[in-house]
């Protein structure tokens, strides 16, 4: 694995787990600014070939 798959894909792990954690505080504007940038390298790595396992990020309906 090269090094910007291995960058890009640690970039997106933590920003699904920023996101979590946004979600989980009740941090609206947090959890948008983390999904927009989730969008943001999943639409990069896709571009650059690397595959991301699909993890689903949208919010828990009650």
């Known amino acids: 694995m090269d090094a910007f798959t ?3 894909l640690q970039r997106i792990r933590s920003t ?3 996101l979590r954690r946004a979600r989980e505080t009740g941090d609206d ?3 948008d600014v983390e999904l ?3 969008e943001d390298l999943r639409r990069l790595a896709s571009e650059n070939g ?3 396992e699909t993890v689903d990020v949208r919010p ?3």
Do not use: C, F
């Open 6 to 8: 291995t960058g890009i």
């Open 16 to 18: 699904e787990s920023d």
């Open 29 to 31: 504007y947090l959890a």
């Open 36 to 38: 927009a940038e989730l």
């Open 50 to 52: 690397v595959r991301v």
């Open 60 to 62: 828990k309906v009650a």
